[in-house]
């Protein structure tokens, strides 16, 4: 048997609104040699039985797509996980079930890594709202894997716009964070960057990322157990490269996403919690930060001389 060039792993779970545009623009793709790894998550609705009739339109079906059940609903990270174990193509993606992807994206991204020896490459995309699109392809583009990392600027380390060298994931042991359901893109995805030698970019096609979902997890960003995964998820990748010798004073990305976090809480009520959360993140704030000088002043005195600072200029401000 011809080894698969690509596994695609795609999770199931309340889907069926979107499954049928997603699971054709997959079929169509225009490089051969790719398998869909569908994991069924326990499904309420009628996914995947559209999913199969959407297989059923399409020629060697049988011998390209797997449908893995889950014994329980799991949510992401263990689903995610159960379809790098079934995985054996020589690169890895991941497609989200309400999402979909140009015709040529994968072919395009396959040879960009084949030709260079690209451990990783990347990918442009395109966001729907509701409102209408906008591209976002011409985002932050590095040379060197680690790059993003440290960068002080944004980068998006989405799951589905990173095609990674399989042998890259399992020498290294990469899985999903267990029970870290929102954010697990950006855990394996920093970790992958870590250990990655080289990295490329595919802007010419696209992915096509879906804001118009109201059942999307992204849609509770900052409900109390979303932002308790969040806050698991950049204390284990801390733990991570801590024991890799990297200061998280270096990390650029994580202290965005910390700060993000972090300022849930800068509110009258919650000071003592936002001081105490992530308290690294005030030095970064204070030189990166867009905000104005008495208020990066403020962010920053509040941490070393008590809350004061905070507890006036939200005063102020109210």
Known sequence: MIPFKISVIIPVYKAEKFISRCAESLFSQ??????????????????????????????NSDNRIKIVRMPVNSKQAAARNEGLKHATGEYIIHCDPDDWVDNDLYEKMYHAAKDNDYDIVTCGYMEHLKD????????????????P????????PALWRHLIKRQLIAENDITFYPDVNFMEDF???????????????????????????????????????VVKQRIECLNRLDAFFERHGISKSVLGLLLRSKRDIKDLFLNKSDLKKWCTLFPEVARWEFHYSQASFAYRLAYLLSHHIGLWPMRMLLALKK
């Open 187 to 225: 855990g394996f995805v920093c970790r992958a960057l870590y250990h990655a030698k080289s990295v490329g970019h595919v802007h010419s096609s696209f992915y096509h990322y879906n804001k118009t979902n109201d059942d999307s997890i992204t849609t509770r960003i900052n409900s109390p157990s």
């Open 30 to 59: 225009s490089l051969d040699g790719i398998e869909f790894i569908f994991v069924d998550d326990c499904t309420p609705d009628n996914s995947i039985e559209i999913l199969k009739s959407v297989a059923g339109r399409y020629e």
């Open 132 to 147: 209408g699109k906008r591209e976002k392809s011409s985002l932050l583009t590095f040379e060197k894997p680690f790059e």
């Open 149 to 156: 990392i440290q960068s002080d600027r944004f980068f998006f």
